[in-house]
């Protein structure tokens, strides 16, 4: 069981620290892949154990009955701890007026070596955040198929862009400022307002951009004097 809880307890710091950092494991659905694994690897094997372990059984038998209970075990976690891998996100997205957030199984990964030196790998350790250029000519029939597919243009590393200037005046021109959004939305204004003060800023320098995930009632905070992305906020922008 000690064994069980250590390993849950890697996982855990690993999956909520590295591959899904705050606030991407609530938005990407991270706390509830979490829950999966750690349900399989500290509760599994040790009901199993209890099921089918008896004292009568010959030492042979129970040393086999074990062996096949850790060999269960490791292979549901090494599938879990993989699904909650390529569910991973890799990429903040600005596409037109909002942020998606891209997962590493939903990247064209043929497209890699064409994007940007220094994004051409999927990142490890939470999203990269970065502009997104818009196709042109022929390319806008196919990056319409692909969206029609389910590939937007934000999982395309063809079309990433460092975030730089151009991408912070596309933020600082599709965001909408925080301030008109706490006006009519009372009930949901201290969840709100302390998200801006994690940001460090007042409420009337921060502009708000909705961000597609997993769940999409979470916004993207921007600096409005600067265009840089500062925080997060639980609104619902659509």
């Not at 990142?123 to 937007?152: H, I, K």
């Not at 600096?223 to 500062?230: A, Q, S, Y």
Request: glycine letters at 8%; one cysteine or more; hydrophobic letters at 50%.
């Amino acid at each position: 069981m000690i064994s069980c809880l250590l390993v849950a307890a890697t996982v855990a710091a690993v999956v909520l620290l590295v591959w899904y950092p705050w606030p991407y494991r609530i938005v990407s659905g991270g706390e509830n892949l979490l829950l999966l694994v750690m349900t399989v690897d500290v509760i599994m094997g040790p009901l199993i154990t209890l099921v089918i372990f008896d004292i009568r059984k010959p030492l042979r038998e129970l040393r086999r009955d074990m062996a096949i209970i850790v060999v269960l075990q490791l292979a549901a976690l090494a599938y879990g701890v993989h699904t909650v891998y390529a569910a991973r996100p890799v990429v903040l997205a600005l596409e037109n007026d909002r942020f998606r957030v891209s997962i590493a199984a939903g990247v064209a990964v043929v497209e890699l070596d064409k994007a940007p030196e220094g994004l051409r790998s999927l990142s490890l350790t939470g999203p990269r955040l970065v502009g997104v250029a818009q196709p042109e000519g022929d390319e806008r029939f196919d990056a319409v198929m692909m969206g029609l597919a389910g590939v937007d243009l934000g999982a395309r590393p063809k079309y990433w862009r460092h975030w730089d200037a151009d991408a912070r005046r596309r933020a600082l021109a599709v965001g909408k400022p925080l301030v008109d959004w706490l006006k009519p939305h009372p009930t949901g204004e201290q969840d709100v307002r302390q998200a801006a003060e994690r940001t460090g800023l007042p409420p009337e320098r921060l502009l708000y951009i909705p961000m597609l995930a997993r769940r999409t009632d979470w916004s993207v905070l921007v600096d409005r004097t600067t265009g840089d992305v500062v925080g997060f906020a639980p609104i619902d922008g659509f």
